[in-house]
Nanobody
Framework: VQLVESGGGLVQPGGSLRLSCLAS????????MNWYRQAPGKERELDAR????????YYADSVEGRFTISRDNAKNMVYLQMNTLKPEDTGVYYC????????????WGQGTQVTVSS
């Protein structure tokens, strides 16, 4: 099982980035996909979630209206489009695959660093 994130980097406030996560080793379409962020010195927090077929999404209040999560089940990919970035969006972004039923377990990627700074 692998989740490999890419697309992180340094961006100025107000800029945009698109994160990608390539999944392999499991049946991607059976998993809810999530993007978490871990800011320096803080716990990992859920930023966005997308249901197995992409029909339901959830966003944390802090990113609602600025971030968009999407997935392509044919390519085993999940994306996070991040617009109007703020310094407080800085952190390591992790891709997470959540299997809910009948057993709950999940997989994590290694993370990609996003730094928003002028």
């Amino acid at each position: 099982v692998q989740l490999v994130e890419s697309g992180g980097g340094l961006v100025q406030p107000g800029g945009s980035l698109r994160l990608s996560c390539l999944a392999s080793g499991f049946t991607f379409s059976r998993y809810t996909m999530n993007w978490y962020r871990q800011a320096p010195g803080k716990e990992r927090e859920l930023d966005a979630r997308i249901a197995r077929v992409g029909d339901i999404t959830y966003y944390a209040d802090s990113v609602e209206g600025r971030f968009t999560i999407s997935r392509d089940n044919a390519k085993n990919m999940v994306y996070l489009q991040m617009n109007t970035l703020k310094p407080e969006d800085t952190g390591v972004y992790y891709c997470n695959a959540l299997h809910v039923y009948p057993y709950e377990y999940d997989y994590w990627g290694q993370g990609t660093q996003v730094t928003v700074s002028s």
